[in-house]
């Protein structure tokens, strides 16, 4: 019997990518960061950077069994909780894939610290991708919407479910009008959970807005009601929501999402205003029952709300 130790490229899993070009919480060490005295007692930095673990599989039969040691890499990082959260590397040694939490007593015993491969290998692809991302936003705020296309694929091709790239690509398309290029985005955004975490929220908001207002309704909606899977309580998703009901002339169905963006937020002055609208307009009655007939005021009016650059629904009627 033989013992065969290899080391196996890492297999890409699932959904999005983290933002590279950060260097990890207390150096790039690949391990548990080293202690530091402060005033006021000992503090301990989290942990954060590239980690492996290992494991034996046998192949064959009889004679010609062997073990083999397969060697897979993680990006780690300490959460405030004290666990980990570790996310697998792709064969372009970018973190991608599903995020998840290991207890820390897991952790110390099952994974091994990779400082020089984080150096060498893995931090230099997390800028590089990172950068490129950036490129192709720039681009995009300058209207050179090829070139942000170019950037963000290429991007891509380092990290298919990069999350800020894929958003950047899919306005990219929006911007020129490309509806069914945008619509490829679409249907992979919706796949995957990180498109809808709270740091991915401004891409989010803006990639939702235009879908509206490149009249790509279905998807809209479908979009909104993905993001009220994950998070049901937040009164701007059911707001915008409601705009795109509006627009599809489904009054009842506006009606009702604001009224639940009223019952988590009775201060929601915007969406009080819309609901006055549809029933000064004789689009529904008091009970919000869409009145039979009812269509879109010719021509819709609209008026322009000031709204800060935080805002994060779209105020405008």
Do not use: C
Not at 184 to 195: G, T
Not at 234 to 258: G, I, P, T
């Amino acid at each position: 019997m033989t013992d065969d130790t290899s080391k196996d490229t890492p297999i890409p899993v699932g959904a999005a990518a983290p933002e590279g070009g950060a260097t990890p919480v207390g150096g790039p060490t690949g391990g548990p960061a080293p202690r530091r005295a402060e005033a006021g007692g000992e503090h301990k930095e989290k942990i954060s950077g590239v980690f492996s673990t290992q494991t034996v599989q046998r192949v064959g039969t009889g004679t010609t069994s062997r073990k083999t040691v397969k060697k897979s890499f993680w990006f780690v990082k300490q959460l405030d909780d004290g666990n980990l959260e570790i996310q697998p590397l792709n064969l372009n040694y970018v973190p991608s894939g599903p995020k998840r939490r290991v207890p820390t007593e897991d952790f110390l015993e099952k994974f091994s610290p990779e400082p020089e491969f984080y150096i060498s290998t893995v931090y230099p692809k997390m800028k590089e991708l990172s950068d490129t991302v950036a490129k192709g936003e720039k681009h995009r705020e300058k209207g050179e919407t090829f070139s942000a296309e170019m950037e963000f694929n290429s991007a891509l091709s380092i990290d298919e479910e990069n999350i800020r790239a894929n958003f950047g690509l899919g306005l990219t398309y929006l911007d020129r009008g490309d509806d069914t290029r945008a619509n490829d985005i679409f249907e992979r955004l919706v796949k995957l959970d990180a498109a809808f975490e709270p740091e991915h929220k401004h891409l989010f908001n803006e990639f939702g807005i235009n879908l509206r207002k490149n009249k790509m309704y279905e998807q809209s909606v479908e979009y909104y009601e993905r993001a009220m899977e994950l998070s049901d309580r937040d009164e701007h998703l059911h707001y915008n929501v409601a705009r795109v009901y509006y627009e599809k002339e489904l009054f009842a169905q506006a009606f009702k999402s604001l009224t639940r963006a009223l019952e988590l937020n009775p201060g929601f002055a915007e969406a009080e205003q819309f609901r006055k609208f549809l029933l000064d307009k004789n689009l529904v009655d008091i009970h919000g029952n869409q009145i039979s007939g009812a269509t879109l005021p010719q021509p819709a009016p609209r008026k322009k709300a000031k709204k800060s650059a935080s805002t994060s629904y779209d105020m405008n009627f």
